[in-house]
Nanobody, 111 residues
Framework: QVQLVESGGGLVQPGGSLRLSCAASGSIFSMYGMGWYRQAPGKQRELVAVISSSGGTHYADSVKGRFTISRDNAKNTVYLQMNSLKPEDTAVYYC?????WGQGTQVTVSS
């Protein structure tokens, strides 16, 4: 089973940027589709972006044009570049392989 560890969260002002990273264990990382989800206080966990094993991507409408998901199979890592951040992007962000989930990293967008 893949183990996932997220990093890169923090406090940023509106309009700022952050890059989240998700490091995966295991030698077959390249075979997995990977995704980022987020959960804001009092809300359900929601899809942010996914990337297939071949690099195809899909984004939630709320982040299209602002967020970019990518992967580096040589480093067993998936990234989420977040630009033009808004207060409504504040949430705990989770990385998933579909079967495994990371522990989450907090992103807070506030002035």
């Amino acid at each position: 089973q893949v183990q996932l560890v997220e990093s890169g969260g923090g406090l940023v002002q509106p309009g700022g940027s952050l890059r989240l990273s998700c490091a995966a264990s295991g030698s077959i990382f390249s075979m997995y589709g990977m995704g980022w989800y987020r959960q804001a206080p009092g809300k359900q966990r929601e899809l942010v972006a996914v990337i297939s094993s071949s690099g195809g991507t899909h984004y939630a409408d709320s982040v299209k044009g602002r967020f970019t998901i990518s992967r580096d199979n040589a480093k067993n890592t998936v990234y989420l570049q977040m630009n033009s951040l808004k207060p409504e992007d504040t949430a705990v962000y989770y990385c998933t392989s579909g079967k495994s989930w990371g522990q989450g990293t907090q992103v807070t967008v506030s002035s």
